[in-house]
């Protein structure tokens, strides 16, 4: 069983950039395809970024290309998402997650969720 444990959301302005981290136990992230998902209050949980387990290709939501990063570091069994230009709209819970292989979104496992709060 995977465990994931998100940190690293807070309070920050418009324009701001953040990191948010997610610890993997259980299972190495080298071998998973990972993701970030976020969910506003009153709205559907949303796909934001993926990285491959193959490769390492990295794949977004079109409403942060270019603003945000998914990485992972091995040696920490770590996944992060780096955001910068952060705006309002991306207020919310986000949400690390195992991905399926050859799935897209296809979650296996979830994290717990880390609040994100960007003010105007």
């Known amino acids: 069983q995977v465990q994931l444990v998100e940190s690293g959301g807070r309070l920050v302005q418009a324009g701001d950039s953040l990191r948010l981290s997610c610890a993997a136990s259980?299972?190495?992230?080298?071998?998973?395809?990972m993701g970030w998902f976020r969910q506003a209050p009153g709205k559907e949980r949303e796909f934001v970024a993926g990285l491959a387990w193959s490769g390492g290709s990295t794949f977004y939501a079109a409403s942060v290309k270019g603003r945000f990063t998914i990485s992972r570091d091995n040696a920490m069994n770590t996944v992060y998402l780096q955001m910068n230009s952060l705006k309002p709209e991306d207020t919310g819970v986000y949400y690390c997650?195992?991905?399926?292989?050859?799935?897209?979104?296809?979650?296996?496992?979830w994290g717990q969720g880390t609040q994100v709060t960007v003010s105007s």
């Open positions: 259980g299972g190495t992230v080298s071998r998973f395809s």
């Open positions: 997650a195992v991905l399926r292989r050859y799935s897209g979104t296809v979650v296996d496992y």
